[in-house]
Structures are given as C-alpha cells and as structure tokens.
Nanobody
C-alpha cells in the first residue's frame, strides 16, 4: 500500500557531498517519523538520522555535524544531505517511515516501511 523510493546514491571522493532523497507514495494519511539507516558490509544496520513530522531531528554520533536531514511534508519526501564524506560512510542507505494508512481495511493503522536501499560509495 505504501512505497518508499530512494534516489541520489553513487560514488563520491572523500570530502565530497551527496544528497539522498526518499519519496513515499500510496495510501498515506500521515507520516510520523522518517529517517535513514545504513548498513556496511559485515556490520549491523545503524541509525544515520531521523526527523519527526514537526521537524525534530536526531543523528547518529558518527554523522553529526556532517549530515543534515530534512523533509518536505507536502511531497512526503525526506532528504539526507551528506557533506565531508569519508570512506567509512560507504554503505547501503535505507529510508524508513512510520505511515498511517489512509484507506482500506487498514485505514487508521500505523505501519513501518522501508525503502529498497541506495548504495553510497566513498572512495578515491
């Protein structure tokens, strides 16, 4: 019923920047928290950042002061601006969102959705 589609990943040199986008679509009444996790090979998935519908943000320690999360509620889209990228930022980045369903037998229920993942590679 709800899809999250990520875009903006790719290859960048150390010190460079990238911006990820994640657009939610489908039977959406409202979206509470949206955010990003990442998973590097051989490591557990970790929080990158999340943002509430009211704009409150929280960041993982490893990305503070370098990454900025934002959202456009009218477009049901969340963004992740990544600056001063390091090789250790290399990972698959997953968008996620807590969505209250608009219609159907699930109307009014809140579910947690994930995107398909976007590869970010930081290498010279």
């Amino acid at each position: 019923q709800v899809q999250l589609v990520e875009s903006g990943g790719g290859l960048v040199q150390p010190g460079g920047s990238l911006r990820l986008s994640c657009a939610a679509s489908g039977s959406i009444f409202s979206i509470n928290t949206m955010g990003w996790y990442r998973q590097a090979p051989g490591k557990e998935r970790e929080l990158v950042a999340h943002i509430t519908s009211g704009g409150s943000t929280n960041y993982g320690d490893s990305v503070k002061e370098r990454f900025t999360i934002s959202r456009d509620n009218a477009k049901n889209t969340v963004y992740l601006q990544m600056n001063s990228l390091k090789p250790e930022d290399t990972a698959v980045y997953y968008c996620n969102a807590w969505v209250t369903i608009l219609a159907g037998f699930e109307a009014g229920f809140e579910y947690h959705y994930w995107g398909q993942g976007a590869q970010v590679t930081v290498s010279s």
